[in-house]
Nanobody, 125 residues
Framework: VQLQASGGGLVQAGASLRLSCTTS????????MAWFRQAPGKDREFVGA????????HYADSVKGRFFLARDNAKNTMDLLMNNLAPEDAARYFC???????????????????WGQGTLVTVSS
């Protein structure tokens, strides 16, 4: 299974950005999907997760109400819409996938088997 993240870039504070994650090698409908982020010198941080069919989402408190997840299993894609970006949102964003029957919390990186290479988001103040 390969995950490809895209859509990062440099934006001003308050702007919006949409990240996309495309999966290949296996149907994405088998997986819970998530985004994590990692800023320089910091641990990898949970951003949000979306259930196998997209019916349930879970967000970190720091992004709740600003970031939104959506997935299209027919296209093997998952998107993260980020609104009202702030400098503290700047990081490399990684998409990840785990089998839906994995009972490890969706917020823990250790539960995810497959990872994309990351896409860089920079937010200027």
């Amino acid at each position: 299974v390969q995950l490809q993240a895209s859509g990062g870039g440099l934006v001003q504070a308050g702007a919006s950005l949409r990240l996309s994650c495309t999966t290949s090698g296996r149907t994405v409908g088998d997986f819970t999907m998530a985004w994590f982020r990692q800023a320089p010198g910091k641990d990898r941080e949970f951003v949000g997760a979306i259930s196998r069919k997209g019916g349930a989402t879970h967000y970190a408190d720091s992004v709740k109400g600003r970031f939104f997840l959506a997935r299209d299993n027919a296209k093997n894609t998952m998107d993260l819409l980020m609104n009202n970006l702030a400098p503290e949102d700047a990081a490399r964003y990684f998409c990840a996938a785990k089998y839906a029957n994995n009972s490890v919390s969706s917020a823990l990186p250790s539960g995810y088997r497959y990872w994309g290479q990351g896409t860089l988001v920079t937010v200027s103040s």
